[in-house]
């Protein structure tokens, strides 16, 4: 628990250097990363965690692959996240991907606003996404 509050501190201590406009980018990458591998990091070393990484990286795929492939919004890429959280998520687990998502979907909601993707913003639709299967990168192959 303890490792939790350190980590949420930092979290909202890295959040609030986004308004920083020379270190924006990096310090918005630095928070979604980090909540990414906190979401891994609630796996036991081993197996398991390897198993969450690849099932990130999955997800993450998902999502590049239906912003590419149909007229979407940021809204709708949120909702297809959302839903393909597995179902026996054990309660902390749920909680830090849904903020992960909603983390995200800010960051590109700011990026490329609320409406439909076009291939330029599709672009840094990428980039953001890539950013969690980036940091899943750490823990192993898919």
Known sequence: MKRLLIAATAAFALA??????????????????????????????????TEKAAEVRRIADQIIEAAGSTETSVAALQSLAMGLLPADMEPSERITAMALIELAGAELAGR????ELDPQKLVKVRLVVGWVSQAASFYGSS
């Open 112 to 115: 490329v606003g609320q409406g």
């Open 16 to 49: 609030g250097l986004v308004g920083c406009n020379a270190s924006q980018e990096t310090a918005t990458k630095i928070v979604i990363q980090a909540a990414t591998m906190r979401l891994i990091e609630q796996q036991p070393v081993g197996a398991q965690r």
